[in-house]
């Protein structure tokens, strides 16, 4: 029943920004963590950020710290993504994903994410 529309994506020259946005309803579980996973094409899909809603608990992959950042709107269950200082190697689609806990962006392969949204592309032309 847990429902995950995202949105924000688009094509940027490198060093630009953007802004994803993924909203959550239906989710009746006491907690929720909501984020992003990217994939390219022939390459593995990956974590980039997440968060937990009403708490302070974060994840960033190694790849995006500094220029990427999670944010919140508790009230709306929804996440944001702002992506600054765009690389040509962020190019991927954009996937938001939600679980009861951040264990799938830690370790991922030990905690399968159930819920995820329909993604967005993003890509960062040189």
């Known amino acids: 029943q847990v429902q995950l529309v995202e949105s924000g994506g688009g094509s940027v020259q490198a060093g630009g920004s953007l802004r994803l946005s993924c909203a959550a309803s239906g989710y009746t579980a006491s907690s929720i963590c909501m984020g992003w996973f990217r994939q390219a094409p022939g390459k593995e899909r990956e974590g980039v950020a997440a968060?937990?809603?009403?708490?302070?608990?974060?994840y960033y992959g190694a790849s995006v710290k500094g220029r990427f950042t999670v944010s919140q709107d508790n009230a709306k269950n929804t996440v944001y993504l702002q992506m600054n200082s765009l690389k040509p190697e962020d190019t991927a689609m954009y996937y938001c994903?939600?679980?009861?806990?951040?264990?799938?962006?830690?370790?991922?392969?030990?905690?399968?994410?159930?819920?995820w949204g329909q993604g967005t592309q993003v890509t960062v032309t040189s």
């Open positions: 994903a939600a679980d009861s806990d951040l264990m799938g962006w830690l370790l991922p392969g030990t905690r399968a994410i159930p819920y």
């Open positions: 968060i937990c809603i009403g708490s302070t608990s974060e």
